[in-house]
């Protein structure tokens, strides 16, 4: 975003809620993945799943509202739309090709 905006600080803010609950992603991943496990899962419990999920939900729910204001940024700084969803798709097929969950940390 930097490289389309000049703003270096556009995107700070969302990078450090990312951060914030990627950890409680990553445990909802090995959570479900040890209950699909065919060897040896761990029998699923709800309550245990919904523990995992309300663990990281409130930083979550204020990122993903915080995105829209972001978004909007994006626009009154005028970022060039046709610059933006290709990096986009740039960013998407990166994604897709391996794991959606990273580990936090240093990309």
Avoid: W
């Amino acid at each position: 975003m930097t490289r389309i905006t000049g703003d270096a600080k556009l995107m700070a803010h969302n990078i450090e809620q990312h951060e914030a609950f990627l950890p409680g992603l990553a445990a909802l991943k090995t959570y479900v993945t040890a209950c699909l496990d065919p060897a040896e899962p761990e029998t699923f419990s709800g309550k245990k799943y919904q523990e995992i999920v309300q663990a990281f939900a409130p930083i979550l729910s204020e990122h993903l509202a915080d995105e829209i204001k972001t978004l909007r940024a994006l626009d009154a700084c005028g970022a060039d739309a046709a610059k933006l969803k290709a990096e986009f798709l740039i960013f998407d097929a990166k994604m897709r090709e391996g794991e959606k969950v990273r580990t936090p940390g240093p990309p």
